[in-house]
């Protein structure tokens, strides 16, 4: 086949290019005219291209669509016909704007093969691919962390292999039963040692030291000891098989688990070497003080809770409205403080000393705790509190709705990305079974893909929640593509 054909066999009588040229594109079934003077105010992009090919040879034309009907001058595209709407729309108004309810990474696909750049994309729109591109990133991490989990490799060392396998035990209660019972006597001593440091402040439960101090049972210090005792060997464990130290050091939980163990080890140490040091009083206090961290261990059950861990993400979202709501607590306090302490100041009895201490009062009386112990007695000044809690019951209430909904909303997408995870090792695992596709079976049947493993096959999946993420190949497809 020659590489360029007549006018007259291609499109018939082709205008001259300064006259206006009309071509017609079947994209899945919609037909649509479109003309040259539109396409050409963005010529770098497919559609614009096709106005120039005509006269360029069968090899030109194929390359920018899928199949070409020379009879009805028309040019055939696989592709999604309600996302090429969406495309058309950057010749008249400079911009594309994504449909509702369809998917943003099908529609980036869609944009790249219509050589539309995406620039062109509105900023509301931009915001829901950046959305689903996190999304699909945490996807893949939480697949290779699975995969990690189920294979290793076989050239590290054995020394290695065991790093990973404790690291595995500690850290993912889920991988095995040994380490779903390890995990359940973590939450145990969790709960044992928060009760036994609450137990031991009942008078009736302590006993009197040879000065006369009253202490903690000894057989609650016992008790606190093991407790103490496990939390030291559990962080030990993870910290040496930890793959990154230093990240693991400043992560927040571990930091909460250093200072739920290090007062222990340091009223100790005071306890022993301190008198020679300083004085015992002071010796005492210091261990009194540390001993107060201990409520720090509290917060370790975050480690063994979801929903401590979403709603500890669902308030770092929130900051903005927290924010909001200390602002507006903030700004009534000053006011109605102010305003109470000038109203009160013709009552002989009046317990409205100063401004800053009205700031008491207002405090709880815009949170409606109240109380009683400072109060308004003259008439203004009761007007002033009853607009003062009215307004810190609106002002509370305001952020609450979308702290609600940000707590929901966190707690929905990590549902779905478990399910999306599981969902595509599923595939993945369908497709290195070989029963899934044709494909599957004719790789299994060439002898350099025998004994691929599901990550190997990862790379061979051309499924539409394919996350290309996981690997830095590029496929491409042809078929119309779906958002699962």
């Not at 095995?176 to 440091?197: H, N």
């Not at 496990?230 to 939980?253: G, Q, V």
């Not at 861990?309 to 903030?330: I, N």
């Not at 006011?335 to 013709?346: C, N």
Request: aromatic share 10%; charged share 20%.
């Amino acid at each position: 086949m020659d590489g360029g054909l007549s006018s007259e066999e291609l499109s018939g009588d082709v205008p001259h290019c300064s006259q206006e040229i009309e071509i017609t594109v079947n994209v899945g079934g919609i037909r649509q005219v479109l003309h040259s003077d539109v396409l050409n105010r963005y010529p770098d992009t497919r559609l614009a291209e096709l106005v120039h090919c005509l006269a360029m040879g069968y090899d030109a034309i194929f390359s920018l669509c899928d199949d070409y009907d020379p009879g009805k001058k028309e040019f055939y595209f696989d592709r999604d016909p309600d996302a090429f709407k969406c495309i058309t729309e950057v010749y008249y108004y400079g911009e594309v704007h994504m449909k509702r309810g369809m998917c943003p990474i099908c529609f980036k696909n869609e944009m790249e093969f219509w050589k539309v750049d995406l620039s062109l994309l509105d900023d509301c729109c931009k915001s829901h691919l950046n959305e689903k591109n996190e999304e699909l990133e945490e996807i893949a991490i939480r697949v290779k962390t699975i995969l990690d989990d189920l294979g290793g490799d076989t050239s590290e060392t054995k020394c290695k292999r065991f790093q990973k396998y404790i690291w595995k035990f500690m850290e993912k209660p889920e991988s095995s039963l040994p380490a779903r019972v390890t995990a359940v006597l973590s939450f145990l001593f969790i709960l044992i040692s928060s009760v036994v440091m609450c137990v031991g402040t009942i008078p009736e439960m302590q006993v009197e030291d040879a000065q006369g101090n009253r202490v903690e049972h000894p057989t609650l210090d016992n008790i606190e000891t093991v407790c103490i005792g496990w939390f030291t060997l559990e962080y030990i464990l993870r910290f040496i098989s930890s793959p990154n130290k230093i990240h693991f050091a400043f992560t927040f939980m571990n930091i909460i688990d250093v200072l739920a163990i290090l007062p222990f080890y340091v009223s100790i140490t005071l306890t022993n070497l301190g008198t020679n040091i300083i004085g015992l009083t002071n010796v005492q206090q210091a261990i009194q003080a540390l001993r107060i961290m201990r409520i720090a261990r509290i917060f370790k059950l975050a480690r063994h809770s979801s929903g401590l861990q979403t709603l500890t993400y669902a308030l770092k979202s929130s900051f903005k409205e927290l924010g909001l709501l200390l602002m507006y607590l903030a700004v009534g306090i000053f006011v109605f403080s102010a305003l109470g302490y000038t109203m009160e100041q013709s009552h002989p009895d009046t317990l409205f000393k100063s401004i800053p201490q009205s700031f008491w009062w207002a405090i709880i009386t815009m949170t409606t705790v109240g109380y009683g112990d400072i109060y308004p007695k003259t008439t203004l000044g009761k007007l002033n509190a009853a607009t003062s809690f009215l307004c810190g019951v609106i002002a509370i209430a305001l952020p609450i709705h979308p702290i609600i909904n940000n707590f929901v909303k966190y707690y929905n997408k990590q549902r779905v990305l478990e399910t999306a995870a599981k969902h595509e090792l599923e595939l993945m695992e369908l497709y290195s079974n070989g029963g899934y596709t044709s494909e599957s079976q004719a790789s299994s049947e060439v002898p350099e893909f025998r004994g691929l493993s599901v990550r190997d096959h990862m790379k061979l999946s051309h499924s539409d929640t394919f996350i290309q993420a996981l690997t830095e190949e590029k496929h491409h497809r042809t078929r119309l593509q779906s958002c699962k």
